[in-house]
């Protein structure tokens, strides 16, 4: 099993080399919108749970679009 730094340095990695600068910023929107809207007291498996749910959307729409 790899170590979570490896993991979280290729997931990293992916990230960067397959989402747009759209999806990015869509994603780091909504993020930071759940961040102020509780008022910072969202925690990092609840802001990875909704960054995974709509990294998932995002696939359906890139499939749905054609571009998998």
Do not use: F, H, P
């Amino acid at each position: 099993m790899i170590n979570e730094e490896v993991q979280r340095q290729v997931a990293n990695y992916w990230m960067e080399q397959t989402m747009t600068e759209e999806e990015y910023l869509a994603l780091e929107s909504i993020l930071v919108d759940e961040i102020w809207e509780t008022q910072e007291q969202a925690t990092d498996d609840e802001l990875v749970q909704i960054g995974v749910k709509r990294i998932n959307q995002m696939l359906i729409e890139r499939e749905e679009r054609g571009l998998v």
